[in-house]
């Protein structure tokens, strides 16, 4: 219906003609902006993504041939097997207590040790060091461990380990036995860099422990 208003009649003549053009350019002016929001948003996903450096470790069991019998994320294993649990506590043993006069050698005992700790274990041993330091000690003597048995559970998480020391002087004549056991409270805590899957690739690790002599079993 047209009006008296020449203007008026103008107006409604350019937008039944041009209307529809305008409502079509917003349309895909809102798609555009929207396009460029999304892309603008999976660049930063992907940016983010390649900053977060994460190592997903995986636990291979093999038989005594070498050949592989499971391979199992270690995040998502749940229960460490208890064979894998007494081989790391009789190693972590061994390179603690071991004495040796090759320097490299002891140091990198040291560092496994380390690996293996967590918590309260580590600040004991931290003072067992400083009392009984490996270094000096290996300029007379020598120190070699031999576990007497597999280590067992006592606990829910918690495992007794016995073994024998055999303290030797430089050309090999023993000086003294003596044997000991430990108490330890075992967590599993799954690595989550390379130096951790290297370490300590079962993330089997000693949060507490307590130790002493054997009483009464000890052999000159």
């Given amino acids: 219906m047209s009006s008296s208003n020449p203007y008026l009649n103008a107006r409604q003549e350019w937008l039944e003609r041009?209307?529809?053009?305008?409502?079509?350019?917003?349309?895909?002016?809102?798609?555009?902006?929207?396009?460029?929001?999304?892309?603008?948003?999976?660049?930063?996903?992907?940016?983010?993504?390649?900053?977060?450096?994460?190592?997903?470790?995986?636990?291979?069991?093999?038989?005594?041939?070498?050949?592989?019998?499971?391979?199992?994320?270690a995040d998502a294993m749940g229960t460490v097997?208890?064979?894998?649990?007494?081989?790391?506590?009789?190693?972590?043993?061994?390179?603690?207590?071991?004495?040796?006069?090759?320097?490299?050698?002891?140091?990198?005992?040291?560092?496994?040790?380390?690996?293996?700790?967590?918590a309260a274990a580590t600040g004991l041993l931290r003072e067992w060091y400083a009392a009984n330091n490996p270094y000096d000690r290996g300029k007379d003597k020598m120190v070699e461990v031999e576990i007497?048995?597999?280590?067992?559970?006592?606990?829910?998480?918690?495992?007794?380990?016995?073994?024998?020391?055999?303290?030797?002087?430089?050309?090999g004549v023993a000086m003294e036995k003596t044997k000991y056991e430990a108490t330890m409270i075992v967590a599993n805590i799954p690595p989550n860099s390379d130096q951790q899957i290297m370490t300590n690739p079962t993330g089997t690790h000693v949060t507490s422990l307590s130790f002493g002599k054997l009483l009464g079993q000890e052999t000159p």
């Fill in 18 to 73: 041009y209307g529809s053009y305008i409502a079509a350019r917003d349309r895909w002016r809102l798609i555009a902006v929207c396009c460029l929001l999304i892309t603008a948003l999976a660049v930063a996903g992907n940016v983010i993504q390649s900053l977060q450096f994460k190592v997903v470790p995986y636990l291979v069991e093999v038989d005594k041939l070498g050949e592989v019998r499971s391979a199992r994320r």
């Fill in 81 to 118: 097997p208890d064979h894998v649990v007494q081989s790391a506590l009789a190693r972590y043993v061994v390179s603690w207590r071991t004495v040796t006069p090759d320097r490299g050698m002891q140091k990198r005992m040291i560092s496994e040790v380390s690996a293996f700790s967590t």
């Fill in 148 to 171: 007497n048995s597999l280590p067992r559970p006592v606990g829910d998480s918690s495992w007794r380990i016995e073994w024998l020391e055999t303290t030797r002087n430089h050309s």
